[in-house]
């Protein structure tokens, strides 16, 4: 299996620099009632990082594209130049909080668009803090999914699942991991994940069937109802 330039070197360290320099320069970033919204300071570092991005690449980069529907995999998109093609998920994480389960991406989407050997899911997470009316940024992952470490990821029950980072404030990065190993080890997760899934519908099904019990037995109470139709 080839492999990308971007990950395989040093060049996404240099990008991850990068990227907390523009982000850090960026004047007016946000307005002080925006800083404790997540989502205002996510919002705003996509933007920033749509219309930036391309430069920050330089020649890494063949083609480039931001303009995405919200439920799309990418935030931004490009062709290396070894004509690898990289959709990137933008993500921001506020280092003053406890916890964060952001979601990535669902697992047949990604099992679909890894048929191909040259696509790449990548994800970009910024961390940031927030304090006296003011935002910095410390730090930047600039990875493919399949260097994230299964100690820091979980399924979500969502669809055919939904992989999501357990805690933001933990991610643990295997640079250089086989693409082959970490499927196969969401192929092992999805296998345990979807009989308790099973057995949770069960369960529900089976209350409601409880539910159904009760509402039987007790007496009718219409009250002498009768349908009408209301036309407009």
Known sequence: MDKSPLFYTDEHRQIESRIIEVLNSEPGFLSARSLGSPR??????????????????????RTYSHTFARRAMADVAFYDTADFYHVVDVKTHNLGTRFN??????????????????????????KYESS?????????????????????LAIG??????IQISNANVIEIRQGYSRRTWMLELCDAMAEFYPHEVEKIGRRSLYFERVRADWEARPDDDGGWREETVRA
């Open 40 to 61: 205002a300071v996510g919002d705003a570092v996509q933007e920033v990082i749509g219309d930036r991005f391309e430069a920050i690449l330089g020649d890494r980069c």
């Open 101 to 126: 389960m952001p979601n990535l991406t669902s697992v047949e989407r990604l099992a679909r668009f890894y048929e191909d050997d040259k696509n790449c899911f990548t994800l970009l997470i910024v």
């Open 132 to 152: 006296g009316g003011a935002i910095l940024f410390r730090q930047a992952h600039f990875v493919p999914i399949e260097f994230l470490s299964w100690d820091c």
């Open 157 to 162: 029950a969502l669809g055919w699942g939904q």
